[in-house]
């Protein structure tokens, strides 16, 4: 950790050289610091609903939460300073009573970002209207579909990761773009089955615990096909000594 905090506050450091005062420059790598604890020891949620090409630039949703209860403020304060300069400030706006700061937009400048604190949350949205929906969904406190059925489906008793890959999506908006040969192989190899990826990973009563989750459905087709084989039986496994100091067994 200590080694992870040293490399992004040089990183933080490198991006403001050409900034010649001394004491803001102090004033940021401390902030990295903080930054680097913060995301190392505090539950964070990165998400992204929109990366798709438009025209000669790539359009972006998406979206960070830290709940970072008392250094909300503080890392906010440092996010607003890194992007202040004396030719662009960000701008008050307002979202559902809260009050956040957004980067103008412009040629070198294109795509919205804006960020704020509220109730020891440090929240970020990239892209158009991110952030509204980002706060309608905290004030909601409803979990989405996919996050109910993680849970379900790949039960953890200590629950420290997770993420999800929504293939459907993900295939629909990238399969085009790469021709029809490219959708009729995906076809072939039964990879339009394919709905999401889940992962999961924490903590039992005995240990640490990795699920995962290749959701697909109907009759398995193509690559899939592969998965209808014969699984692993205690007759596989007896021939691997109780002492052995690495082991593994797969079916072919």
Known sequence: MAELERSFVST????????ENPERSTRLAKAASMWTRTLLTRPTALFVTKLAPEGNSLA???GLVVHAREAA???NSALTEYFTTDTSKPAEVTIAGRHFLALPTNADQPIELQWGANDGYLVIGVGSGVLE???ARLDSKQEPAWL???KSDLPI???????YLNINLFRKEYAPLAGPQVQRLVTTLGLDQISALMFSSGLDESGIVSRSLLAYGGPPRGLLALAEGDALTSADLKHIPDDSLVAACAVP
Not at 12 to 19: E, K, M, P, W
């Open 12 to 19: 933080i450091v490198s991006l403001r050289q050409v900034d």
């Open 60 to 62: 972006i949703e998406a």
């Open 73 to 75: 403020v503080p890392l």
């Open 133 to 135: 929906k980002l706060v």
């Open 148 to 150: 109910n059925q993680l």
């Open 157 to 163: 008793r200590r629950r420290s990761i997770l993420s």
